[in-house]
């Protein structure tokens, strides 16, 4: 955008469009998950919106479409990260809910230190970012994959009135 001769104002505007699409999502989604009491496939969907971004960012030559493509990747990246925190509720006992979140943030960790090392070394090894931006939506689908395989009721339960 700069290169194009756009001035930092225009930047600054224009890099807003996917914050604000973002917390829009975030809000929308959230409250319909909660509404419908249904998580699996308001993860689900989020990261496969995030993966088809990724790809419209990747391969798309046009400035307009690969801004579309960020505000797909943002919005359902961080739309899905808010339903995600919501599952080991349902998916595991409540003894087992401890350890569960545990390896969960082991398995984060390990992949926040790993995954730039492996982006880092596809734009080394193709010299461009596409493959890196592949490579993020592969694990974005398989991610999508895993928890729609994942044994997690469709629905989550009514809150007992004894609450």
Known sequence: ??????????????????????????????????RTRERKWHLVLPMLVAAAGWMFT????DPQVQLAGICMAATGSYTAMSIFW????????????????????AFGNIGSALNPLVVGWLKDLTQSFTAGI????????????????????????KPSPNL
């Open 1 to 34: 955008i700069s290169a194009a001769g756009s001035s930092n104002s225009t930047i600054g505007l224009l890099a807003m469009i996917p914050q604000v699409c973002t917390i829009i999502g975030m809000l929308v989604w959230g409250l319909h998950s909660d």
């Open 58 to 61: 990747a391969y798309a030559g």
């Open 86 to 105: 919501t599952t080991p509720d349902q998916a595991m006992s409540f003894k087992a809910r401890a350890i569960g979140i545990a390896v969960i943030n």
């Open 134 to 157: 592949v490579y993020a939506t592969v694990l974005l689908v398989i991610g999508a994959l895993l928890t729609f395989l994942l044994p997690l009721p469709s629905s989550t339960p």
